[in-house]
């Protein structure tokens, strides 16, 4: 019943505002007939101010109905991307470098991969260390020998630095 009732939002604001227009112009019709300004209060008030809060009134309804739309809109838009990530992370599509190396997923997953062994994991402008923050969640990555990525023009990453001595931290 609730969901009913939300689907009115903007068709009440429409209604509020013709009713505004309509009190304005009814307003402005009695002033129009007098010439005295004693006498033209009574429609200014009852008629211009009570139909100008009924334009507000029902422009802040249609306003709001509409951020309702898009915000259901929207939440059914992040639900589907959010069963498709969940599909493709379910079928092993994805190249997701996580924390560690060789973490599950793409390319990089199709062993244990050490830092040590001369495997790199490239980009399509630098290579890196399997276990680089910089590529995490990154779908081109490629695992291939550092000599490989080396000669490819691509350059070397300044936070992981995969030319340099393998440095390993105990956990």
């Excluded at 008030?45 to 334009?55: N, R």
């Excluded at 695992?143 to 990453?157: D, Q």
Aim: with cysteine; aromatic share 6%.
């Amino acid at each position: 019943m609730k969901n009913t009732w939300a689907r009115f939002g903007g068709v009440v604001g429409i209604v509020y505002c013709i009713a505004g227009f309509v009190l304005i112009f009814l307003g402005w019709n009695g002033t129009a007939t007098y010439d005295r300004v004693e006498a033209q209060i009574p429609y200014v008030v009852s008629g211009g101010i009570a139909g100008l809060a009924l334009v507000v009134v029902g422009a802040a309804l249609m306003v709001a109905q509409s951020l309702r739309r898009d915000r259901v809109e929207l939440r059914g838009s992040i639900d589907d991307l959010r069963a498709a990530v969940d599909r493709l992370g379910a079928a092993g599509g994805t190249v997701g470098v996580g924390a560690g190396a060789g973490a599950a997923g793409g390319p990089a997953a199709s062993g244990p991969v050490a830092s040590d062994d001369g495997i790199v994991l490239a980009g399509p402008s630098s290579y890196h260390r399997p276990a680089c923050r910089v590529i995490q969640g990154q779908l081109d990555i490629v695992a291939m020998p550092r000599a490989e990525a080396a000669a490819s023009e691509r350059t070397p990453c300044r936070v992981c630095t995969p030319d340099g001595p393998n440095l390993t931290v105990a956990s």
